[in-house]
């Protein structure tokens, strides 16, 4: 099993930047990829961003490429997703998940966390 907690999420102004975090327990040794989804009111879940276990591959959507920056510490473990230059479109709740072998697509993770919202406003 693999526990996730989602911090840092809030109400910013467009334009400015929000760093989320993911307090990672339980079997982390077992996860191949994190990544970052989102969700926003009457709208399907986003793949936002995903990195590998161990960093060499990253995955970012079309919407917040050049924006959006996911990092993991292994040390802590922690994974991040930095967001910069925030726009209103970018309101959802962010979550983050842990995929155990596969991971391109939404069906792939396997574990979940609970989600912070982030809401930007205008």
């Known amino acids: 099993q693999v526990q996730l907690v989602e911090s840092g999420g809030g109400l910013v102004q467009a334009g400015d930047s929000l760093r989320l975090t993911c307090a990672v327990s339980g079997r982390a040794s077992s996860v191949y990829a994190w990544g970052w989804f989102r969700q926003a009111p009457g709208k399907e879940r986003e793949y936002v961003a995903a990195i590998t276990w161990n960093g060499d591959r990253t995955y970012y959507g079309e919407s917040v490429k050049g924006r959006f920056t996911t990092a993991r510490d292994n040390n802590k473990n922690t994974v991040s997703l930095q967001m910069h230059s925030l726009k209103p479109e970018d309101t959802a709740v962010y979550y983050c998940?842990?995929?155990?072998?596969?991971?391109?697509?939404?069906?792939?993770?396997?574990?979940w966390g609970q989600g912070t919202q982030v809401t930007v406003s205008s």
């Open positions: 998940a842990a995929a155990l072998s596969r991971w391109y697509k939404l069906d792939d993770y396997n574990y």
